[in-house]
């Protein structure tokens, strides 16, 4: 069955980095769109990165110049490096992918506080 298990969100200070992956099976991975989402409390999911399967790269306003997005096709896992952080990046970040269906993660929490 099709999985996407995000991991690698903690608690960290701002100004810090932090590296999510998300491990994916029971599809081919290296055919889908990879993107990555953020919703925080009281806000609507918003997409935060994308990534194609020629590794053509798309991030939100908001987090450009901060995070990388990547892709590993023979691990068949997604990464964002997240640097810089600051508290607005606090939200659960959620793991999609796109392309003949719409699969999602369950998330991983990323808290940014002092």
């Known amino acids: 069955q099709v999985q996407l298990v995000e991991s690698g969100g903690g608690l960290v200070q701002p100004g810090g980095s932090l590296r999510l992956s998300c491990a994916a099976s029971?599809?081919?991975?290296?055919?889908?769109?990879m993107r990555w989402f953020r919703q925080a409390p009281g806000k609507e999911r918003e997409l935060v990165a994308a990534i194609g399967t020629g590794g053509t790269t798309n991030y939100a306003d908001s987090v450009k110049g901060r995070f990388t997005i990547g892709r590993d096709n023979t691990k068949k896992t997604l990464y964002l490096q997240m640097s810089s952080l600051k508290p607005e990046d606090t939200a659960v970040y959620y793991c999609?992918?796109?392309?003949?269906?719409?699969?999602w993660g369950k998330g991983t929490l990323v808290t940014v506080s002092s």
């Open positions: 029971g599809f081919t991975f290296s055919s889908y769109l």
């Open positions: 999609n992918a796109w392309y003949i269906e719409d699969y």
